[in-house]
């Protein structure tokens, strides 16, 4: 029925019970990190079935950019979680005190990161636009469901009417064509899919890092397709090594190289 949601580990849970425990990020992403698919292990899974099972024992690599990311989000949308946030003042993080401070609370984040995510959340709160979107809404919504037959969970930046996804982008006039390589229109099924919402309701306002312009862009039906049909694609790569047991070591991309056509 659509009151449970059956988990890929064969757990049954009630609808509104799993929702309140995923306001919980331990619960969000490690049990459900596991127990769940997502936008970004689609990605992985068309990246490659050995990352996706590389990263979903152990983690993926934590990487500068996703601080960066998650730190302006939560300038943004938690303004309280971010003030509880350990910030050193080094000039790097291979200094002996960052590591100190690491060591003793475990995410810490350096003075640096602090000034650049403010930098970028005042831009946003300047900008009329930006700031319109994101009125009288929610942020931060958890959301599960059944996916063409897979459990997949999200997490909606902000949501009212439609569904607004905030990103940072290192060029904003290159956003278009960055969005589909980073499989932001799988996002965009999927999350139309989760929160029963068109796609014709998803924005994303994109920041850029070095100018602090603000891009707001609605989806076509095509990027919108597009997502639906990398999803379909990496459900068949799971179903392959996850669920029958296809040989994951013997997994290899055949090819031929091409010298490059010149004009």
């Known amino acids: 029925t659509m009151d449970t949601i059956q988990l890929l580990d064969g757990k049954t849970y009630k609808r509104n019970e799993i929702l309140e425990k995923m306001n919980d990020d331990s619960f969000y992403y ?16 068309l990246d490659s079935p050995k990352k996706y099972k590389y990263v979903t024992q152990y983690g993926s690599q934590e990487s500068n950019a996703l601080d960066a990311g998650w730190l302006f989000h939560t300038c943004i949308l938690e303004p309280d979680v971010f003030a509880k946030q350990i910030f050193v003042d080094v ?11 690491k060591e003793e609370h475990g995410k810490v984040y350096t003075m640096k990161q602090k000034n650049d995510a403010e930098r970028l959340a005042d831009a946003f709160f300047r900008n009329e636009h930006a700031l319109k979107l994101i009125t009288n809404t929610e942020f931060e919504v958890p959301a599960i469901g059944e996916v063409q037959g897979y459990p997949f969970r999200g997490k909606a930046d902000v949501l009212g009417k439609g569904i607004i996804d905030l990103k940072t982008t290192a060029d904003l006039k290159a956003f278009p064509y960055s969005s589909y390589k980073y499989g932001y229109d799988v996002q965009v099924y999927l999350y139309s899919e989760l929160f029963n919402k068109p796609y014709q309701e998803f924005k994303f306002i994109a920041i850029d890092k070095g100018s602090l312009d603000i891009g707001i862009y609605d989806c076509s039906e095509g990027f919108y397709e597009s997502g639906k049909a990398k999803v379909t694609k990496a459900l068949e790569v799971y179903e392959t090594f996850f669920i029958n047991g296809a040989d994951i070591d013997s997994y290899c991309i055949k090819g031929t190289l091409w010298k490059k056509q010149t004009k």
């Not at 127990?35 to 292990?41: D, K, Q, R």
């Not at 000039?91 to 401070?101: C, D, F, G, R």
Request: avoid cysteine; charged fraction near 20%; charge should be positive.
């Open 91 to 101: 000039q790097s993080k291979n200094t002996k005190a960052y590591k100190l401070a």
């Open 30 to 45: 490690g049990y459900l990190g596991k127990a769940a698919l997502s936008s970004s292990t689609i990605k992985l899974l």
